[in-house]
């Protein structure tokens, strides 16, 4: 079995008297792909802000590798190099696709100066097989040279998602990352997901289910801040309790019915 990256434990995150995040326990493994659906209001999010320490959870810890990270800021928690999440990675509009991965990786890799390379050689950078490899991995070879702010939104996802995987971080976390895409940048997405699988520890959360249906090997189902099931998407799908609070959850199958 291979090595825990992260773990909740019993987390509990409490807004007032609403209870977000009710004692959830969560495990992910490295290499995994896993994914958290639920409606609107489950507490996904709650509970992927609790993971990057964007929130402290009223009760329970969160665990990297073993070791309490509970009280770690998002800061701490990044620079450890336990998760980042596209939303951090802000894009510069003014610069094409290549100068911003080039500006991600120096951010990830060489720590002190990111004058030092402003005032230098951005050029020389180009040409790192690693910006090379991420420009053909995510699909962004055709546009390398545009302006961000002239990308389409799934291109621009797509830059965004292959800058917080130049970051190497141990567990990608993604909150929506198909959240307003047309259905034919949805699969473009999807596509260059796909291929970090195996390579990265993968975290999604998603709204829809049939689009991470082909991806995840393991869903956790939640539903007004608990996990109402976890497993396998048929297993999830057919569980009792999913099926009674879930009905609408958007599936092929649901929609077609
Ligand atoms: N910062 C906050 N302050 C107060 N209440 C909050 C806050 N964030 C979330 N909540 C509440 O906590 C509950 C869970 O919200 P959360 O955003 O985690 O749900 P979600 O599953 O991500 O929903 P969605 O699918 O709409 O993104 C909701 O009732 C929400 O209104
Ligand atoms: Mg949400």
């Not at 810890?61 to 073993?66: F, P, Q, R, T, V």
């Not at 701490?76 to 951090?88: E, H, I, K, P």
């Not at 799934?154 to 047309?182: C, F, Q, T, Y």
């Not at 998603?206 to 689009?211: A, C, D, G, N, Y």
Request: glycine residues 8%.
């Amino acid at each position: 079995m291979s090595v825990e990256i992260l773990q909740a434990k019993a987390v509990t995150k409490r807004f007032g008297g609403l209870v977000a995040v009710d004692r959830v326990d969560f495990t992910l493994r490295e290499h995994e792909v896993a994914g958290i659906i639920g409606s609107n209001g489950a507490g996904k999010t709650t509970f992927f802000n609790l993971l990057t320490g964007m929130f402290a959870p009223d009760e329970g810890a969160i665990l990297h590798k073993g070791e309490d990270i509970t009280q770690m800021t998002p800061q701490q928690r990044v620079a450890r190099g336990v998760t980042r999440t596209f939303q951090l990675t802000s894009t510069f509009d003014n610069l094409t696709v290549t100068n911003n991965l080039v500006l991600a990786y120096f951010r990830a890799h060489h720590k002190s100066s990111m004058w030092n390379l402003l005032f230098t050689r951005v050029k020389r950078f180009h040409d790192e097989p690693k910006i090379l490899g991420i420009l053909e991995t995510f699909d962004l070879l055709t546009v390398r040279e545009r302006m961000v702010k002239n990308l389409s939104l799934g291109e621009k996802r797509r830059l965004e998602i292959a800058m917080a995987v130049l970051a190497e971080p141990e567990v990608l976390l993604l909150d929506e990352p198909l959240a307003g895409l047309a259905e034919s940048e949805i699969k473009g997405v999807l596509d260059v997901l796909r291929g970090q699988i195996g390579k990265q520890t993968i975290l999604i959360v998603e709204h829809k289910i049939s689009h991470i249906k082909d991806f995840v090997e393991r869903l956790m189902v939640m539903h007004e801040g608990r996990v109402i099931a976890e497993g396998g998407y048929e297993e999830c799908l057919n569980h009792p309790e999913v099926r009674r609070s879930y009905w609408q959850i958007d599936t092929d199958e649901t929609a077609n019915a």
